[in-house]
């Protein structure tokens, strides 16, 4: 009778160990889709593929179908006028089945302590609903302003991690804080 009991407790032991291999195993093949808005100057772009060699995962380009200046000043002037009337630029682009992706990061450049009217669109786009958005952020100095609170507002089924900022003159050498942020959150070891 002994040994019939401790039998059970070690298949159910053994049960209960393969369950939680299993959440585990689940939780490490979470699929990541990095998505970014960037400027001619790459510099979300380059923050975006620090991220995609950490992670893995696939790369999205967000493209509006009309491209802003090229003159930094007359971005920021048109930028202003979007974010004030609420203008959204239709995007050239869609990511094919973005049901398959668990985690999404958003990368944008803060303009007017925000993200990007493009991103803004890129949000609306999408049902996030379940999904983890890990948000970064390119800056000269404004850090993140409202950007993480505005993609809470825009994605609210959705889970939002700690968002990173990086100054923008110091994109090719942010990989350590890159690396760094993505252990803090648990998303890579």
Known sequence: MKTKSLLSVIIIMLFIGSLNVCAQSST?????????????????????????????????RIETVNDYPSVYNEVTAQAKRELESGYRPPLKNKVKDFSQYDVIYIGSPNWWNTIAPAVMTFLESYNFEGKTIV???????????????????????ATVLKGLPVRGGS??????????????????K
Do not use: C
Not at 36 to 57: D, F, M
């Open 28 to 60: 490490n093949q979470k699929k990541a889709l990095i998505v970014y808005y960037s400027l001619r100057n790459g510099n979300t772009r380059i923050v975006a593929e620090h991220i995609q060699k950490s992670v893995g995962g696939d790369i999205f």
């Open 135 to 157: 948000p970064f952020i390119t800056h000269e100095g404004s850090r993140l302003g409202a950007s993480v609170t505005d993609i809470k507002k825009m994605a609210p089924k």
């Open 171 to 188: 994109v090719n050498e942010a990989m350590p804080d890159v690396q760094r942020w993505l252990k803090d959150l648990g998303l890579i």
